[in-house]
């Protein structure tokens, strides 16, 4: 997979790549992430990116042309045409499903805006697909493109140590994740619970499912719409709820 990140600040994702899962990742020929700044393709000498917008109001607005050469000539370095996905806080919500979806693709190109954003016909004419990764406003799209990013890059197969991960991890099947423990068994005299150390996989796999469910009636009911559950499992959320209130 290949993955191309429009950005005003480059210097922003050299961490964050360089670092535990998509450094290994991006060493290993799983993926290839590369970043062009915007304003190498502003044409006047001055190489400006933003302008005020119309109509009045605070702050700046990214100017079009930058965005529609740059995404232009992005896409043109590689035969297959890339995804535009502009990050915003007015796109659909990410999540581990919109993750999974864009992990299959051959490639992702990632438009970061700043200031107040960018101009309305980035969005009406350049993009493919708008994406946000909450319910709040960040800076800058820098931040949302890494999130984006490592959601996608841990999807593709040989990504993590264990493939099982990404069955068991929250989201994955609609459950959060049951309580991990490790090593101390006791500690500071809290312990860890007894099934655990048992040594029997199914009481052990019997627990963790009922942990997920629990954990998740409790905490997100909004997620057990998607969650497959048998009807005992069904009772077991009745009850999680009805203890709630
Ligand atoms: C300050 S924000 C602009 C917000 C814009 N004025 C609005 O109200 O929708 C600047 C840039 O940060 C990025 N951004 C901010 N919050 C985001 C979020 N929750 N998800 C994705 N991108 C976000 C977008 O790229 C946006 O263009």
Not at 102 to 114: A, D, F, N, P, Q
Not at 115 to 132: F, K, T
Not at 176 to 199: H, I, K, M
Request: charge should be negative.
């Amino acid at each position: 997979m290949r993955i191309d990140v429009l950005t005003l600040f480059p210097e922003m994702f050299s961490g964050p790549l360089q670092a535990s899962i998509l450094g290994r990742a991006i060493e290993g020929g799983l993926v290839e992430v590369v970043l062009h700044n915007i304003r190498d393709y502003a044409e006047d000498k001055h190489h400006v990116v933003d302008d005020y917008p119309f109509g009045g109001g605070p702050g700046m607005v990214m100017k079009p042309e930058p965005l529609f050469a740059a995404v232009d000539a992005v896409a043109g370095l590689e035969p297959a045409k890339g995804h535009v996905i502009l990050l915003t806080p007015q796109g659909r919500l990410l999540t581990q499903s919109i993750g999974d979806e864009l992990s299959r693709r051959e490639r992702l190109i990632l438009v970061c805006g700043h200031y107040e954003g960018v101009d309305e016909r980035v969005r009406e004419h350049l993009v493919d697909d708008e994406i946000s990764i909450g319910d709040y406003v960040l800076s800058g799209g820098e931040l949302p493109a890494m999130v984006l990013i490592d959601v996608v890059v841990r999807r593709l197969p040989g990504a993590l140590g264990s493939e099982e991960s990404l069955t068991e991890e929250s989201h994955a099947q609609g459950l959060l994740e049951y309580p991990q423990y490790t090593r101390p068994a006791e500690f500071r005299g809290w312990q860890v619970p007894d099934v655990l150390l048992s040594g029997h996989h199914a009481q052990i796999a019997a627990w963790r499912r009922q942990q997920s469910i629990l954990r998740t009636a409790r905490r997100r009911p909004d997620l057990l719409e998607r969650a497959a559950l048998t009807e005992a499992e069904r009772r077991l959320v009745a009850e999680a709820l009805a203890e709630k209130d």
